[in-house]
């Protein structure tokens, strides 16, 4: 029993679920990890890998637009369009790691930018777009996790009736008009120009970097966070365990729905106005982006990491076919190409895990 | 006379392990030829070379005396090979007819002709004597026996001249079985020859005709008639060792009698699976649910459990009723379950070992929500040590370990979370013969520190030989309660067969 003990009183670090940490032990222990081919130690270490395809479209960058890819403005932008869809997918991956999906984020960022900013909601003030924005995300989040913890729908099919109900209400209660947000109201504009910027870093940034450091204490160091890839990775073992899969399977959509909240802010603040055009596909960016990082859609695995480094790519792509003023048609071929080839390194780890 | 089958030192690696090294096997026509072995012996793999799903890399497969290679699934059917996998591989959502030529579809031009097809599959079922069988029905609303019956009629629509049969009773009843029996005799009396694979060796007394033995992918023995070959024999050629005393030592006969109630059961039914069941468990003790698969054993268990919401009937746990239809209250309340289906019911098998430990106790490592890892993985290990699950390393996934492991794991769960009743669903299901003395003696250890456990197996001598006390159940209903010393397995299968059509 001593093998694994290390120093007294100093117990060895817990495998942290990121495949970085991972790879951190295999090469700590080598003894007590499976030998595997090349191809498998790649798949070990995925998020490298997505950090690789990080640095070659940087580097892609550089080459075709030395001056202007690596220019302050153009990598703030990056980061400002990555924040966005970044906040979603940070709810999209507990929700995913969980066993679920939620189709419908797209569509609650739109009925939340809309409620957010009609004029009965901007007369409370910046506060209450705010608190507006965040309650309509959390009641679109709960309505979904009702439906599919208590009421026992499908997930896909509980989130798709939301994608379809709440941008129809979004349209309903803008009349498909453009609300901006009003003059009183400016000092959440004002949060997206440079004079707001803190050391050089936009708030969205911020925000989207806040989200990203809670969400991942919230995953790996938490109960909730354990019980969520408990819940993912098999259910009827996390029930009969006497864990709450009901009540956990709320939550994990009324986070989600929060995200979106979030995310509408920041959306209102980037456009001055919410429409109930907010949002379109987003879900499809989000889950894309969650799945390249190599989480599961299974279930039960995944890494929150992955899921930044899967929007980074995907923004820094958008980024660079602008700069080089190339077609969105390529730029699409070029994300189908990059969601395909990382499900198919995802397959192979699967199907080395299955062998063992 | 050439044997139909032979096998002779076939070999396979897999990357770092050997998983078959040095196999004879011979199969005459019209033999059940039963293959014995432990887990991890080679049976499985044995079978998917046979199955053409591997290829091996040493020996050399003779075919009715000639050199044959099954380089892929379609050769061997195409040989007369086929196999019958323990998991069926039949698909729910098409008919009993359309799962029998799956593959080989009787059409023209692309067009099942559906008529030919449903009529050539009645007459497969006639053959297997079970012509009451709708080849239009669907599939997935079958029972388990129903199932194996088509996958038998699909290898003779192959025209099979070997079935590999992979533990096929396990998903049966007993009367089942017996069905199953005749169809295997029907079979080799038409020059068939059937390999079958059990660890029950009552079966395999009863139908086969010669064992082959494997360890550690060798063949060990060969030829050994199945009917009058000594148990002892058999457990020392597959373990490798004597057969010793595997059950550990009881207490007395009522040495439970002063101790407290931990578990009493009132009147509990459940409609459609038992009725006014009362029963109850003291500290310390060990009580043995046996009965036919379906005679409500463990739905029993799981609607303690609160997996399911009894419509009569009251619970309680030291005392205290508890409520019905919640498992967060039972474990609450003290109660730990170790489920049938260990992989599907018990185990995340995407975690490590502490995790799988730790599951059910999560909260009490959690401060603010905060997890206090190096508490959570130092009881882990201290359960899993206390346990010996092996190996120790409490970081590596639980998929890594052996049945018997796992099945460690499970206990040490319910262990750290400090239950006071254990409820174990066959425990030793898929737990190979060496491995289940151990289990045997750490479920008696977790009895005498005082934890009151009730034991549901399908082997009535394990049951028998572990308990303190047995219940017997038949069509959902209480038949007897007796001292497990004093009643023998002859009693409880008169008991339990009494009134069924068997």
């Not at chain 1, 003030?125 to 979904?144: E, P, Q, R, S, Y």
């Not at chain 2, 289906?341 to 185990?347: F, H, N, P, T, V």
């Not at chain 2, 979370?417 to 409820?423: A, D, E, K, P, Y």
Request: hydrophobic fraction near 45%; proline fraction near 4%.
């Amino acid at each position: 029993m001593t093998e694994h003990s290390g120093v007294a009183g100093q117990p060895p670090p817990v495998d942290e679920r990121g495949r970085v940490e991972a790879a951190a032990l295999e090469t700590a222990e080598p003894a007590t990890r499976r030998t595997g081919s090349a191809w498998a130690r790649l798949g070990e270490v995925r998020n490298l890998g997505l950090v690789g395809v990080l640095l070659l479209l940087c580097l892609a960058g550089v080459f075709t637009k030395p001056g202007q890819f690596l220019s302050v403005n153009n990598l703030v932008l990056i980061l400002t369009l990555a924040s966005i869809i970044g906040v979603i997918s940070v709810g999209m991956t507990f929700v995913i790691i969980g066993g679920g999906i939620d189709l419908s984020v797209g569509a609650i960022v739109a009925i939340s930018t809309v409620w957010a900013t009609t004029k009965a909601t901007q007369s409370f003030g910046v506060w209450g777009i705010v608190f507006t924005a965040l309650c309509v995300g959390v009641g679109c989040g709960l309505v979904n996790g009702l439906l599919i913890a208590y009421g026992r729908v499908v997930a896909f099919v509980a989130t798709i009736a939301m994608l379809a109900g709440a941008r129809g209400l979004a349209i309903q209660i803008s009349q498909g008009r453009t609300q901006t947000v009003t003059t009183p109201n400016q000092a959440l504009v004002d949060l997206g120009y440079r004079k707001s910027y803190v050391l050089g870093v936009p708030p969205l940034v911020i925000i989207f970097a806040v989200v990203v450091v809670l969400g991942w204490i919230l995953l790996n160091r938490t109960t909730f966070g354990r019980r969520t890839f408990a819940i993912g990775g098999n259910p009827v073992a996390a029930r009969l365990a006497g864990l709450n899969v009901q009540l956990h399977t709320l939550m994990l959509y009324v986070l989600s729905g929060l995200c979106c909240g979030i995310a509408s802010i920041m959306l209102v603040i980037l456009t001055s106005s919410g429409t109930s055009a907010n949002g379109n596909l987003y879900e499809l960016d989000a889950i894309a982006a969650v799945i390249i990082g190599g989480t599961l859609l299974s279930g039960g695995r995944g890494t929150l990491v992955g899921s930044v480094l899967g929007v980074l790519v995907f923004t820094t792509i958008s980024d660079l076919f602008t700069l080089n003023n190339l077609s969105t048609a390529v730029q699409q071929i070029a994300k189908g190409l990059i969601i395909v080839i990382a499900v198919l390194v995802q397959r192979r780890a699967e199907a080395r895990d299955a062998k063992t | 006379m050439t044997p139909l089958l032979q096998m002779h030192g076939i070999a396979k690696d897999f990357p770092g392990v050997r998983a078959l090294d040095g196999v004879d096997l011979q199969v005459r026509a019209g033999e059940v030829h039963c293959l014995l072995g432990q887990n991890g012996a080679g049976k499985s793999t044995l079978i998917k070379v046979l199955a053409g799903a591997h290829q091996p890399d040493a020996g050399e497969i003779r075919w009715r005396g000639e050199p044959v290679s099954l380089t892929s699934p379609t050769a061997a059917v195409h040989q007369g090979i086929a196999t019958i996998y323990q998991e069926l591989d039949l698909v729910d959502g098409l008919s009993v007819a359309e799962n029998i030529y799956l593959g080989h579809e009787q059409a023209r031009l692309g067009f099942v002709r559906r008529s030919t097809m449903n009529a050539a599959a009645r007459e497969l079922l006639v053959r297997l004597g079970h012509p009451e069988i709708e080849p239009a029905r669907e599939l997935g609303s079958m029972s388990a026996a129903g199932k194996q019956i088509v996958s038998m009629a699909r290898a003779l629509s192959h025209d099979a001249q070997v079935i590999v049969m992979d533990e096929p009773s396990a998903v049966l009843a007993s009367n089942e079985v017996a069905n199953l029996f005749r169809v295997i005799r029907d079979l080799t009396a038409h020059g068939v020859a059937v390999i079958y694979i059990s660890h029950r060796l009552a079966e395999i007394r009863e139908i086969g005709d010669r064992v082959t033995v494997l360890k550690d992918g060798r063949t060990v023995a060969a030829d050994l008639p199945a009917r009058t070959t000594p148990t002892d024999q058999i457990v020392a050629l597959m373990t490798g060792r004597a057969a010793a005393q595997v059950f550990p030592a009881r207490p007395e006969p009522g040495s439970h009698d002063g101790r407290p109630e931990v578990l009493k059961v009132d009147g509990l039914t459940l409609p459609g699976a038992f009725h006014d069941v009362s029963l109850h468990v003291r500290e310390g003790e060990i009580l043995g649910l046996v009965g036919l698969v379906g005679a409500g054993r463990s739905e029993i268990l799981e609607t303690v459990y609160g997996a399911h919401r009894p419509s009569a009937g009251r619970v309680t746990v030291d005392g205290k009723p508890l409520a019905p239809g919640r498992v967060t209250a039972a474990v609450r309340a003290g109660i730990g379950l170790a489920p049938e289906e260990r992989k599907s019911q018990a185990l995340l098998m995407h975690d490590s070992v502490a995790r799988n430990i730790s599951v059910a106790s999560l909260g009490r490592y959690a401060r603010l929500g905060f997890i206090d890892r190096r508490a959570e993985l130092l009881d882990a290990r201290k359960h899993s040590e206390e346990l010996d699950v092996r190996p120790a390393d409490i970081r590596r996934d639980v998929r890594t370990l052996s049945g018997g492991n796992q099945q460690k794991a499970v206990l040490a769960r319910w262990l750290l979370r400090g239950c006071r009743l254990l409820l174990l669903d066959e425990p030793t299901r898929g737990v190979d013969v060496g491995a289940r003395a151990e289990l045997y003696r750490v479920i008696r250890s977790l009895a005498d520190s005082g934890v009151a456990i009730v034991l549901v197996s399908s082997e009535v001598p394990e049951v028998l030989g572990l308990a303190d006390r047995v219940v017997v159940l038949r069509e959902g209903r209480v038949v007897r309660e007796a001292d497990a010393r004093a009643i023998d397995e002859h009693t409880i299968l008169d008991l339990v067969m009494k009134g069924s059509a068997a």
